[in-house]
């Protein structure tokens, strides 16, 4: 019963039928939709709904563990992402994390590179300033950081180091950000500096969010999926969805009564 | 965890279905007094619309603060931010709709022709008697979420309109006075009309400025005297 | 009942407390010290009786033989000579057994953490398990029959080394699979979405994020075989010089001591040499604890 509201013309995600199952039991269910290039979409619903086992199937993170299986499909740019390396899917796909979780032992401009030293990339040292620059740069991180670059990460604050996992997925110059939860570890201020950084992003890359928090869904995002009980059950543009949605379970989510 | 919420738009609910019934009550007045086709109001009826509507003032400047300040808290979403909102604008209405009692309540006193009121009253009546049952109906559709009866009141509202244009003209020509005089007669109610509603642009422009009060200082001065 | 209360907090009992307090505080300062006392009163004893033996001399010389030590202590003269071939073969047999069983039990601690629950890993955590409780000369007698039997046929360094490194395994292994199931499972995350493969996830992101809890239970693992002697008598058997010939055998300091404590000329020996040995110890567990605290 989903009512895909929008027609997405030439998606940049296009999930067909995905199912995820722990052992015997179907976390996802059959979940069809399109993610819109360039905009930032957000993933909602109350705890345990498959929010973040879908976004996490989107960069097969499940192989890690063996007693989880999908089935169905998700292409990127038209190209099934099982049809690729993990290591080529996940520099298309970056992702961040609920915690902050800069690799303790490297400082921060090695932690912005970490996905070039740690796979044994070599690039010239200009090469890897200029990254480390711009990824800064996008995150409204470099003017902070400049001047102790040599430091280790986990010496700033929560939001910084939340800033600079992204710039970390940024590095690669990704098409898809994935974010399971980004702010639900930081205070108020330095969550709404990551809100406004997500939207700032969107012109060059193409966001998907996962939130419990339907506020922050409301705020920032262009379209939102609704998922109650492994099932998508509407998706749409978001000031459509939060003023007049569709399918009764969306309303009872919304107005508190479920969840 | 929406105790807050849903107790503040019940306590915005109880508040609008007080204030609803209390226009109706003035409504009601006003069919009392228009049904009974004399142009003289007794002290009672008129003290007691005028203090229904300055008790009508107060609980509309309390329920729409109660409105802003359920969407700020609470963020209301879906059908529910829908409701509030739908609330306050039916508020704006309910208001006008108390100021046009008191209007045609003073107006009732200043006719100096009891014979030609004394005609058209049943008219009046009739026309008094449907407005009030659309208003009462309308508003039920809105507490009982009902379609059809909104639907009813809207259209409703169209024939309404028609009526009200050929009730003037058909009140001119049974009125016992040379042709010019209709004309006259017609032309001074169509400057009347017109200078009605050029007031009621004055009116709004007061309402605008009311508005812009309220955003710059978050004071609610509807209905009360300008000190400064 | 509101009496009752009333009368609960009227009373004050603050100066029996106060005095509880003061006598627990005492108890527990007397109880710790007597607890400490030992390695004090060691060390004490170590120092009063060996130092005057300790010089240069005393590190960089072989051991003297018994006529010399005997007209030296007929003399009241300090025994010449010293246990650098004691050191040496100490050194050579611990790096010898650390390159053995470092290795192979940080390779089995990252085993037994990628398959937890698994029956097999649950079996080789056992048997980690069993095989720190073998008595060290039980692993003496199986390092003469695989090394000094087969190998090297006859006593060697390398036989010594091999039954150090059974001893210093299982620790090895235990603080890896600890520190690894430590780090939050959120790194490992980190680098998978970065789209490092796992091997290098396990080698370069969380070997290094847990290397001071490793290097904790590699120090910790050789500060103990550090003053083993048991098997080094069956493996090493000894020698009066310096030697860095793996297959042929080394002394070592414990085995000097139990030398010296057996030949009534040197006994005067044992003191200065055990004074080392625990001196040897003791900066390895304060550096163990530096390096734990640096690093966090």
Same mark, same amino acid.
């Given at each position: 019963?989903?009512? =895909?509201?929008?027609?997405?013309?030439?998606?940049? /995600?296009? #999930?067909? *039928?995905? %199912?995820?199952?722990?052992?015997?039991? $179907?976390?996802?269910?059959?979940?069809?939709?399109?993610?819109?290039?360039?905009?930032?979409?957000?993933?909602?619903?109350?705890?345990?709904?498959?929010?973040?086992?879908?976004?996490?199937?989107?960069?097969?993170?499940?192989?890690?563990?063996?007693?989880?299986? =999908?089935?169905?499909?998700?292409?990127?740019?038209? /190209?099934? #992402?099982? *049809?690729? %390396?993990?290591?080529?899917?996940?520099? $298309?796909?970056?992702?961040?994390?609920?915690?902050?979780?800069?690799?303790?032992?490297?400082?921060?401009?090695?932690?912005?590179?970490?996905?070039?030293?740690?796979?044994?990339?070599?690039?010239?040292?200009?090469?890897?300033?200029?990254?480390?620059?711009?990824?800064?740069?996008?995150?409204?991180?470099?003017?902070?950081?400049?001047?102790?670059?040599?430091?280790?990460?986990?010496?700033?604050?929560?939001?910084?180091?939340?800033?600079?996992?992204?710039?970390?997925?940024?590095?690669?110059?990704?098409?898809?950000?994935?974010?399971?939860?980004?702010?639900?570890?930081?205070?108020?201020?330095?969550?709404?500096?990551?809100?406004?950084?997500?939207?700032?992003?969107?012109?060059?890359?193409?966001?998907?969010?996962?939130?419990?928090?339907?506020?922050?869904?409301?705020?920032?995002?262009?379209?939102?999926?609704?998922?109650?009980?492994?099932?998508?059950?509407?998706?749409?543009?978001?000031?459509?969805?939060?003023?007049?949605?569709?399918?009764?379970?969306?309303?009872?989510?919304?107005?508190?009564?479920?969840? | 965890?929406?105790?807050?919420?849903?107790?503040?738009?019940?306590?915005?609910?109880?508040?609008?279905?007080?204030?609803?019934?209390?226009?109706?009550?003035?409504?009601?007045?006003?069919?009392?007094?228009?049904?009974?086709?004399?142009?003289?109001?007794?002290?009672?009826?008129?003290?007691?619309?005028?203090?229904?509507?300055?008790?009508?003032?107060?609980?509309?400047?309390?329920?729409?603060?109660?409105?802003?300040?359920?969407?700020?808290?609470?963020?209301?979403?879906?059908?529910?931010?829908?409701?509030?909102?739908?609330?306050?604008?039916?508020?704006?209405?309910?208001?006008?709709?108390?100021?046009?009692?008191?209007?045609?309540?003073?107006?009732?006193?200043?006719?100096?022709?009891?014979?030609?009121?004394?005609?058209?009253?049943?008219?009046?009546?009739?026309?008094?008697?449907?407005?009030?049952?659309?208003?009462?109906?309308?508003?039920?559709?809105?507490?009982?979420?009902?379609?059809?009866?909104?639907?009813?009141?809207?259209?409703?509202?169209?024939?309404?309109?028609?009526?009200?244009?050929?009730?003037?003209?058909?009140?001119?020509?049974?009125?016992?006075?040379?042709?010019?005089?209709?004309?006259?007669?017609?032309?001074?109610?169509?400057?009347?009309?017109?200078?009605?509603?050029?007031?009621?642009?004055?009116?709004?422009?007061?309402?605008?400025?009311?508005?812009?009060?309220?955003?710059?200082?978050?004071?609610?001065?509807?209905?009360?005297?300008?000190?400064? | 009942?509101?009496?009752?209360?009333?009368?609960?907090?009227?009373?004050?009992?603050?100066?029996?407390?106060?005095?509880?307090?003061?006598?627990?505080?005492?108890?527990?300062?007397?109880?710790?010290?007597?607890?400490?006392?030992?390695?004090?009163?060691?060390?004490?004893?170590?120092?009063?009786?060996?130092?005057?033996?300790?010089?240069?001399?005393?590190?960089?010389?072989?051991?003297?033989?018994?006529?010399?030590?005997?007209?030296?202590?007929?003399?009241?003269?300090?025994?010449?000579?010293?246990?650098?071939?004691?050191?040496?073969?100490?050194?050579?047999?611990?790096?010898?057994?650390?390159?053995?069983?470092?290795?192979?039990?940080?390779?089995?601690?990252?085993?037994?953490?990628?398959?937890?629950?698994?029956?097999?890993?649950?079996?080789?955590?056992?048997?980690?398990?069993?095989?720190?409780?073998?008595?060290?000369?039980?692993?003496?007698?199986?390092?003469?029959?695989?090394?000094?039997?087969?190998?090297?046929?006859?006593?060697?360094?390398?036989?010594?080394?091999?039954?150090?490194?059974?001893?210093?395994?299982?620790?090895?292994?235990?603080?890896?699979?600890?520190?690894?199931?430590?780090?939050?499972?959120?790194?490992?995350?980190?680098?998978?979405?970065?789209?490092?493969?796992?091997?290098?996830?396990?080698?370069?992101?969380?070997?290094?994020?847990?290397?001071?809890?490793?290097?904790?239970?590699?120090?910790?693992?050789?500060?103990?075989?550090?003053?083993?002697?048991?098997?080094?008598?069956?493996?090493?058997?000894?020698?009066?010089?310096?030697?860095?010939?793996?297959?042929?055998?080394?002394?070592?300091?414990?085995?000097?001591?139990?030398?010296?404590?057996?030949?009534?000329?040197?006994?005067?020996?044992?003191?200065?040499?055990?004074?080392?040995?625990?001196?040897?110890?003791?900066?390895?567990?304060?550096?163990?604890?530096?390096?734990?605290?640096?690093?966090?």
């Amino acid at each position: 019963m989903t009512n =895909t509201i929008a027609d997405i013309k030439d998606p940049i /995600l296009s #999930i067909k *039928d995905l %199912s995820i199952s722990y052992d015997k039991h $179907k976390a996802v269910k059959n979940v069809t939709v399109d993610i819109k290039r360039n905009t930032v979409t957000a993933i909602m619903g109350p705890s345990g709904c498959g929010k973040s086992t879908l976004l996490r199937a989107l960069n097969r993170m499940h192989e890690l563990y063996e007693n989880i299986h =999908t089935e169905g499909e998700a292409l990127l740019n038209g /190209l099934n #992402i099982y *049809d690729m %390396s993990t290591i080529k899917l996940r520099r $298309k796909m970056g992702m961040v994390f609920q915690r902050p979780n800069p690799f303790p032992t490297m400082s921060i401009y090695d932690n912005v590179v970490a996905g070039y030293k740690l796979n044994g990339i070599r690039a010239k040292k200009k090469e890897k300033d200029e990254i480390v620059e711009r990824s800064l740069r996008d995150v409204a991180l470099w003017d902070e950081v400049k001047d102790s670059l040599h430091k280790k990460g986990t010496f700033l604050s929560g939001g910084q180091q939340q800033r600079l996992c992204i710039a970390r997925a940024l590095a690669f110059s990704p098409e898809v950000i994935l974010m399971d939860e980004p702010t639900s570890a930081l205070d108020p201020i330095a969550t709404s500096k990551v809100e406004d950084l997500l939207v700032k992003l969107k012109e060059n890359y193409s966001i998907v969010l996962v939130t419990h928090n339907m506020s922050q869904a409301a705020r920032i995002s262009d379209y939102s999926l609704f998922m109650y009980l492994g099932e998508l059950v509407e998706y749409g543009k978001s000031k459509n969805m939060f003023t007049n949605p569709v399918d009764p379970r969306t309303e009872e989510y919304l107005t508190g009564k479920i969840g | 965890m929406t105790i807050k919420k849903d107790d503040a738009i019940n306590h915005i609910q109880a508040d609008f279905e007080s204030l609803a019934n209390l226009v109706l009550e003035q409504l009601d007045q006003m069919e009392g007094v228009i049904t009974t086709g004399k142009i003289s109001v007794s002290e009672d009826v008129v003290k007691k619309i005028l203090k229904n509507e300055k008790e009508l003032d107060k609980k509309e400047v309390k329920l729409s603060d109660k409105i802003v300040n359920a969407i700020v808290l609470y963020q209301p979403m879906a059908s529910e931010l829908r409701w509030v909102i739908a609330c306050y604008r039916i508020l704006i209405s309910l208001e006008r709709i108390g100021d046009y009692v008191v209007n045609i309540i003073n107006f009732v006193d200043k006719i100096k022709t009891p014979e030609i009121y004394d005609k058209l009253h049943e008219v009046l009546a009739n026309m008094t008697i449907q407005s009030i049952k659309m208003v009462r109906e309308s508003l039920l559709s809105f507490l009982n979420d009902d379609r059809e009866i909104a639907i009813w009141t809207i259209k409703n509202d169209l024939v309404f309109d028609e009526i009200n244009k050929k009730l003037l003209k058909k009140l001119l020509s049974k009125t016992d006075t040379a042709d010019a005089n209709k004309h006259l007669l017609m032309s001074i109610v169509t400057i009347k009309e017109m200078m009605s509603n050029i007031e009621r642009i004055a009116d709004h422009a007061s309402n605008i400025a009311e508005a812009a009060i309220y955003s710059i200082d978050g004071k609610d001065i509807r209905h009360h005297k300008i000190e400064k | 009942m509101v009496e009752s209360i009333k009368t609960l907090s009227d009373q004050d009992h603050s100066a029996k407390r106060l005095f509880k307090d003061k006598f627990v505080y005492i108890g527990v300062i007397v109880l710790s010290a007597i607890t400490i006392s030992p390695i004090v009163l060691i060390i004490a004893k170590l120092i009063i009786k060996g130092y005057r033996q300790i010089s240069l001399d005393f590190l960089v010389q072989n051991t003297p033989d018994s006529f010399q030590a005997m007209t030296a202590v007929a003399n009241g003269e300090i025994i010449p000579g010293g246990i650098a071939n004691g050191i040496v073969g100490t050194f050579v047999m611990v790096v010898l057994a650390a390159v053995i069983a470092i290795p192979v039990g940080v390779l089995t601690g990252i085993f037994l953490y990628e398959n937890q629950g698994k029956f097999i890993a649950n079996l080789t955590r056992n048997i980690s398990d069993i095989l720190q409780g073998v008595p060290s000369i039980v692993l003496g007698l199986i390092s003469y029959l695989w090394i000094v039997k087969h190998v090297t046929n006859g006593f060697s360094a390398l036989a010594g080394s091999v039954s150090l490194s059974i001893m210093m395994l299982p620790m090895i292994v235990r603080s890896t699979e600890e520190t690894l199931k430590m780090i939050p499972q959120t790194l490992k995350e980190a680098a998978l979405a970065l789209g490092v493969p796992y091997h290098k996830v396990i080698f370069r992101v969380l070997i290094p994020t847990g290397f001071s809890g490793l290097l904790t239970g590699i120090l910790i693992g050789i500060s103990r075989i550090l003053g083993e002697t048991a098997p080094l008598m069956l493996t090493a058997l000894g020698s009066s010089m310096i030697n860095i010939d793996i297959t042929k055998p080394t002394s070592a300091i414990p085995l000097l001591i139990w030398d010296f404590y057996n030949d009534p000329n040197m006994i005067g020996l044992i003191w200065s040499s055990s004074l080392l040995l625990m001196a040897i110890v003791l900066i390895l567990n304060i550096v163990a604890k530096q390096v734990a605290a640096k690093r966090s």
